[in-house]
């Protein structure tokens, strides 16, 4: 008798991540810097007319960001450009209201270049976010003569200041001056980042990595790469989200707060499909930008541990937000949180307890004659692959010596798709036996799960339910 989703199980295996998103999801974890007028407004949203004169971040040293950057894990840092207030933290060719005519270095200063070249000092990634909304420029909701502005803007980002990683567009749309909402024509910005800067990643309003449908840390249960192609259509979205009424866009669950966007039943249907992972965004305070009511309010570095082992540890990544004051440095209670959250990330997954743990298979061999050993190397090289047909697959680890287990750290093979639907782990302990600690779904690229940090003498992993057949390219226990 076939299996039911046999034949879906072939459609959603086919679908596997371009060359950048999986250097993208390598990644796991960067930074986002919003920085504007706004910082000396205490606004979040700017409306445009604030005077370059109020800009003056007159202690800025933009290694001081990377540096704590770094501290944290991050292994990139994605600067705002531009924010919907139109303020240019460039002194670019086609406004005035730039950073050209503050008061910072005498209109000499070039905060994109200062963070581009202390990334490469440093050894991180460097993107850009530049808002499609821009509500200082006099030709916003006039169509074409916009879309031109924006993309000299963005030629302007995408050649001066070297390699970006990530192109970060998100949907803001209001008014322009004529009364008209701005209809982007983000075909053509998504081909202007293709031929300016290949390896970018096209974000959030892109058809590269999907906004993980809110800026709070929550992260869906099952969090799967594979959804329907429609989602990674801005307009499409935008448009179906506004007509409270329209039952299709309920029905086709391609909204990104929905909770189910991956599952076998919500994609059954779909015509077409798309490698499309989320991104975790949140700020490390309850604002965007500096407001100096909220130097008490940094998240605790409780909260920021356990939304890291969700997020990085739940097959997203973790965009955390870190906002300068208005003489261009960090906060003390940020710097310090972040240094504490690179701390912990560091010391937990310093030693990988599978280094010294037998482990052995059920099947005892892969399709290719591989055996679980393939799964020591954190890398797509090595593998282990049951035969096609052969959803279930068993792995233990075991120890002569208890070992004090705190994480586990999983990942499937993504160049051959996402395929893991449900698994279990249990822990031995000498003398109890083994005892079920976790009852999982979906793995990904990764998938951090937290141990009872008792002293085992076994971890033992069943896959209950994949599609076609688990890949696993890594195991690793801290």
């Not at 420029?137 to 006039?142: F, I, K, S």
């Not at 008209?180 to 910005?189: L, P």
């Not at 935008?238 to 866009?249: G, I, M, R, V």
Request: proline fraction near 4%; hydrophobic fraction near 30%.
């Amino acid at each position: 008798m076939s299996y039911k989703y046999e034949e879906l199980d072939k459609r959603l295996v086919s679908v596997v991540p371009s060359k950048r998103q999986v250097e993208y999801q390598q990644r796991e974890f960067y930074g986002f810097i919003h920085f504007t007028v706004n910082t000396y407004t205490n606004k979040e949203w700017g409306l445009g007319d604030e005077s370059p004169e109020i800009f003056n971040p007159y202690d800025l040293d933009a290694e001081s960001w990377v540096k704590a950057a770094v501290s944290a894990g991050m292994q990139g840092l994605i600067l705002t450009c531009k924010h919907h207030d139109g303020f240019c933290l460039w002194p670019s060719k086609y406004t005035e209201h730039s950073v050209k005519n503050s008061p910072y270095k005498d209109g000499k200063g070039d905060i994109v270049k200062e963070l581009s070249d202390a990334c490469k000092k440093y050894g991180i990634k460097f993107g850009v976010y530049l808002s499609p909304w821009d509500r200082n420029c006099a030709v916003y909701g006039t169509g074409k003569e916009y879309d031109d502005f924006y993309i000299n803007q963005m030629t302007e980002l995408l050649t001066n200041y070297g390699d970006v990683y990530t192109f970060w567009m998100d949907g803001a749309c209001g008014e322009g001056p004529n009364g008209k909402k701005q209809v982007y024509d983000w075909e053509r910005y998504y081909a202007k980042v293709r031929e300016l800067q290949p390896e970018a990643v096209l974000s959030i309003c892109g058809p590269d990595v999907r906004w993980c449908g809110n800026e709070a840390g929550v992260v869906r249960k099952s969090e799967w790469s594979v959804v329907s192609k429609l989602m990674t259509s801005p307009a499409f979205t935008a448009e179906l989200s506004q007509k409270e009424d329209n039952e299709e866009f309920r029905k086709r669950a391609i909204d990104p707060t929905n909770e189910e966007l991956g599952s076998r039943e919500v994609l059954e249907n779909e015509p077409e499909l798309a490698w499309y992972p989320a991104e975790t965004d949140l700020s490390i305070r309850p604002g965007w930008f500096y407001h100096p009511e909220e130097d008490d309010k940094v998240r605790s570095l409780e909260n920021l541990k356990d939304i890291y082992l969700k997020s990085v540890g739940g097959n997203t990544a973790l965009l955390l937000n870190v906002c300068p004051m208005k003489n261009g440095r960090f906060h003390e209670n940020d710097t310090k949180r972040l240094a504490e959250l690179g701390d912990f990330i560091r010391e937990s997954f310093k030693d990988n307890l599978a280094d010294k743990a037998e482990i052995i298979s059920v099947p005892e061999k892969g399709d290719r004659g591989e055996n679980i050993s393939s799964i020591r190397a954190d890398d797509y090289e090595t593998y282990f692959k049951t035969e096609d047909g052969k959803r279930e697959l068993c792995i233990e680890l075991k120890w002569e010596e208890g070992v004090k287990a705190s994480y586990l750290v999983l990942k499937e093979n993504i160049l051959l798709s996402q395929r893991v639907e449900s698994f279990k782990v249990y822990e031995e302990v000498k003398g109890e036996g083994y005892k079920e600690v976790y009852d999982g779904t979906v793995i990904g690229y990764k998938r951090i799960v937290v141990l009872s940090g008792r002293e085992v003498t076994g971890i033992k992993i069943e896959i209950t339910d994949s599609r076609i057949a688990p890949a696993i390219s890594f195991v690793g226990v801290y």
